[in-house]
């Protein structure tokens, strides 16, 4: 009986809560272009145990050499630490070969004995699941540099990549 004697209230307490529902999911994300971002503020210095398997069939891996590249067999070199740096920014250390991924200003991807700004990588999950990797600090004609394993093995130079291409997807999968 309450709401046939005021349906104009009811329908202005709906309205509000669509409204407060509104106002709350649009404070912890925000638009960036035609993609959701989310806020990851509590994953700040996280470090997680990862081995990145590339949508071309190899694990990432870095030599003692510093040579990076895909392999399709197990060793401690394709084990990674993976320290989150900022919000989506992360790096990622090697402890078998004590090296972290690198690009320079070229696109090339290399192992660096010491942590730089050539260490950050801007994490990205695509729509098909899988995550890209592009140089915070380096971009190539005004688009980003990924992180990308050939179709047979060695790392693709930074400069000739898209986030489109099967190369740059990587799952990064428990250890």
Not at 85 to 101: F, K, R, T
Not at 141 to 147: A, D, E, V
Request: charged share 20%; proline share 3%; with cysteine.
């Amino acid at each position: 009986m309450h709401k046939a004697l005021y349906p104009a209230r009811t329908s202005l307490y709906l309205t509000l809560w669509i409204l407060l529902l509104l106002v709350v999911s649009s404070v912890s994300s925000y638009k960036n272009g035609n993609r959701l971002i989310q806020s990851y503020k509590h994953l700040e210095g996280d470090v997680r145990w990862r081995r990145f398997f590339s949508a071309t069939h190899y694990f990432l891996t870095i030599e003692r050499s510093g040579q990076v590249r895909g392999t399709r067999r197990f060793n401690s070199n394709s084990i990674f630490q993976v320290y989150s740096v900022n919000v989506g920014v992360i790096a990622m250390h090697s402890p078998g070969a004590g090296l972290y991924v690198a690009m320079d200003r070229k696109g090339k991807v290399y192992g660096a004995k010491e942590y730089g700004p050539n260490c950050e990588f801007q994490e990205q999950i695509e729509e098909n699941g899988y995550n890209t990797y592009s140089s915070v600090r380096w971009r190539h004609n005004g688009h980003f540099m990924y992180l990308a394993v050939r179709g047979n093995g060695p790392a693709r130079l930074g400069s000739r990549t898209r986030h489109t291409h099967h190369s740059t997807h990587f799952l990064p999968l428990l250890i």
